[in-house]
């Protein structure tokens, strides 16, 4: 009789494909790397064919891994259907794992939690503050349930197949200024000291390309992914910025805001599983988040 193969050593296999290395796998999921590798090996045994093969000092799929990797997405896309099912018919109370870029931790998540306390009590919910990159790719791992992501006007992010995107809404981007400052536009900042997003993100990227279409290269003196130290440098008056407006919301920050060319904005949306997004617990977080954020824009709409 041929051996059934472990749905846990085949969830290995598929996190090896997605991470590259059986030392992140280990990582990943709280094993030891001699661990996953002995479950790997039992799982070749249970397939009957080798499923790895060296590169150099890790291993990696070879075309039969490659095969049984893609067999045991499907496989696991179909439990978590079963689990969402279940779900529906007698719902659980969790957890619901979020990914949040640091702005929807700061505004938006306490928004959605409060609503989720008067609709779904009892319901865990459990968050982290998580790179819009690291999150999509985590949701798609299995390392958390949604994500909460931004994209930049003209950068778009991948679309991680057996992800099902959300729009929350649109996030207004401004020329952030000291109250005092004699600043009245985007091109009046030439000779400003500005504050970023570190290099190599798209929030630098599309910033660099804004002040570059008025004509000049902006000096970027201060690196930071935190926005509120953004905040914080521009109200002091040691740099300027472009901001978000939800990195202004529910923060005592004192700044002048000013529209730049054309009113850009950012898209802050949400993403799961397609295999999970039936589930009752993530339908509900994930109507609390989109509740929340437009209870932000109504409250922080121009007057």
Request: net charge negative.
């Amino acid at each position: 009789m041929t051996e059934a193969w472990s749905i846990k050593r085949l969830q290995l296999l598929r996190e090896l494909q997605l991470r590259g290395t059986i030392t992140e796998v280990a990582a990943a999921l709280s094993y030891s790397p001699s661990t996953v590798s002995q479950q790997l090996s039992q799982l070749e045994r249970e397939v009957g064919v080798p499923l790895l093969q060296p590169d150099g000092r890790r291993v990696r799929l070879n075309a039969h891994g490659e095969l049984v990797a893609a067999h045991a997405a499907r496989v696991l896309a179909l439990e978590e259907e079963v689990r969402a099912d279940l779900d529906a018919l007698a719902p659980s109370i969790g957890p619901v794992r979020i990914a949040a870029l640091q702005t929807a931790a700061r505004a938006l998540v306490p928004r959605a939690l409060e609503i989720l306390v008067e609709e779904r009590p009892g319901l865990r919910v459990e968050v982290s503050v998580v790179p819009p990159e690291a999150g999509l790719f985590e949701v798609e791992a299995r390392g958390y349930d949604i994500a909460i992501a931004e994209q930049y006007p003209g950068h778009t992010r991948p679309h991680r197949g057996g992800l099902d995107r959300e729009l929350l809404g649109v996030d207004p981007i401004r020329l952030a200024v000291a109250p005092e400052s004699r600043i009245a536009s985007l091109a009046d900042a030439r000779y400003a000291a500005w504050v970023m997003e570190p290099e190599g993100t798209a929030a630098r990227a599309w910033a660099v390309q804004q002040c570059r279409a008025v004509g000049f290269e902006p000096d970027v003196r201060f690196a930071a992914a935190d926005l509120l130290a953004h905040i914080r440098l521009v109200q002091a008056g040691h740099a300027v910025g472009l901001v978000p407006d939800l990195a202004l919301a529910d923060d005592d920050a004192h700044v002048r805001l000013i529209d730049l060319p054309g009113s850009p904005h950012r898209e802050i949306f949400t993403a799961v599983r397609a295999s999970s997004k039936s589930s009752p617990s993530v339908e509900a977080t994930r109507a609390a988040l989109a509740r929340g954020f437009v209870g932000l824009r109504q409250e922080h709409a121009p007057e």
